[in-house]
Structure formats: C-alpha cells, structure tokens
C-alpha cells in the first residue's frame, strides 16, 4: 500500500542556457562498455535539498547520471540542448521508479524543471513511497531498470566490518606515503555493505580521505574502496581509486547500488565532487573484477 503522497520541492537560483556544462562534460568523457539493458531511458540520483525558505519542507530533486541505451551508458551531456533535454525526459507528470538500495520504493512524477543556478538540469518531483525509508535517504530513479532486488541489497557496515575495511584503507594510504599523524585523522564516509549474487560475503565500499599538511598548503587524498572476502574469508581490495584532489580529479563517494542492465546483478553508482561541479561514475563486477564502465552527468561548472 503506497503511503501518502509527499510533495517534493527544492529551491535554486536563476541563469544558464542551452549549452552543456562545460567543465564537467570536458573532464568526465563517458566510458561505455556494452551491457544486458532490457530497455532505453534515463538514470537518475534522486536528491535531498535544503528548503530555503523557512517553513518549507525539505525537498528532493531528479538529477540525471546517465542514459540507458542498449549499447551501454551514455553521458546525458551527449543531450546539448536544455530544452531538448527537458522536453525529453522533464515534461510534467513523467514517471520513473525509484529503487532505494537496489529494492524497487515507489515511484517519481515530475513537477517541472528547477531554473538551474549554473550548467544543471534538475527536476523537482512528487514521490510515492512504497515503503519506509529512513529519514534524509538518497536513491535512484529510472524508467529503464533491470531486474528489482526483492530486499535492499546495500546496508550499513556492522562495527567489525567497519574495522576490516578501515585497516585496508590505512595499509593503501600507507603504500602510497601518507605520514601516520595524516593517516591517524582519516575521515570514513558512506560506509556500506552491498549484497552481489556469486561472491563470498557481503561487498564492502566507502571512501576515505587523508589530508597532508605541505607547508602552507593542504592536500586532500581521496581513496574509493571496494573489498571483497577472499579464501579463508579475509576481506581484500577489490577495486580502489586513490588520488589527490586538485579539483579536477574529484572526491568520490558510494551513492547506491542497482541493477541497471538486467544481468540480475548490482552497479555500484558513485557520486564524484569537484571543486565547482559534480559528476558521477558507475562500477561493474565482470570476469576480470570491478571496473569503471561510465562517467558523466551531474553539472555545476560556475
């Protein structure tokens, strides 16, 4: 039974145009790799944004990571024209789904398209959940999904689990020359676990990041982690992306896990953070492990 409908609203400034955000289009050329999709549309980050206006409710917003095309994922600044765009996948009244977790929670409309502050394209929406979620969540939205988990397969880490992947981040800050008083500070973020059909235990992913102290200046290291249990069942990198932030690299975080191309299994979709702009990256498990399949989407760039 789905819960009472909650209108959701977010708020945002004037400007932009027609063209493409340059900045984060230029730096995140999509990768695709050829994938099982069962059908063609759009993937979306469904948002939290803070009400400025006192009174309101906090709202959330469609903001696009990709196109789901049959020959993989697509970057959705291939689309260069707003008004297309817009007109494509933002007319009012549009549904998606919404997965949160990799389990199907209801379904978005569309309101109408948030006038963007910069180079974005956002859509306010009306949710329908159909089921409880936890307060301030995050998830994702399309109208081109694979096959829905039947319970969420991502989770928060326990405390042991949280160890296990904290000791693997410290010993990769350390093989790359991190000083142990930097390393002693880490700061853990989206620390999760998500279940993958065909491996050994629950996946392990989070991001921690380092800062280094360089005379007057600061370096911020930034390490995506995904590890999974091997042989006797210790956990070891699977895949890692370690790199100092200049800002043209971005700070990369777990948003959500889901099934995007119908194999039955779950993409790791992960939201990257630039100094003016943000952008996101898709992560798939194949034959030779986990590796990046897509970048692209997101906005920003003022």
Known sequence: ??????????????GGGDAPAAQASSKQAPAAQPAQVQREGILFAITPHQAL????????GLDPIALITRGGLRNT?????????????????????????????????????????CQERVAGADVRLSRTLPAGWEGLAS???????????????????????????????????????ARAAVEGERLFAVT??????PVLVGTFNVTVE????????????????RGGGAYQPAYVFHERDDGDVGVRSFMDAADLDGDGAPELVLRAAYN???????????????????????????
């Not at 206006?53 to 959330?60: A, I, L, W, Y």
């Open 1 to 14: 039974m789905l819960l009472p409908l909650l209108t959701l609203i977010i708020t945002s400034c004037g």
């Open 53 to 60: 206006t006192p009174g309101e409710e906090d709202g959330f």
């Open 77 to 117: 600044w291939d689309v260069e024209s707003d008004s297309v765009f817009a007109a494509r996948y933002f007319a009012p009244g549009t549904r998606y789904d919404v997965r949160v977790g990799g389990a199907e929670a209801g379904e978005a409309s569309v309101r109408g398209v948030i006038e963007p502050a």
């Open 143 to 181: 109208d081109a999904f694979g096959a829905g988990a039947a319970q969420p397969v991502v989770r928060p880490l326990t405390s042991q689990e949280q160890g296990w992947l904290a000791a693997l981040a410290d010993s990769i800050h350390a093989s790359h020359r991190i000083p142990g008083a």
């Open 196 to 201: 993958v059909p065909g491996v050994q235990g």
């Open 214 to 229: 360089d005379g007057e200046n600061q370096h911020l290291y930034n390490q995506l982690l995904v590890a999974e249990a």
């Open 276 to 302: 003016d702009s943000w952008g996101y990256a898709v992560l798939k498990r194949g034959a030779e492990g986990w590796t990046e399949i897509y970048q692209g989407g997101g906005g920003g760039g003022c």
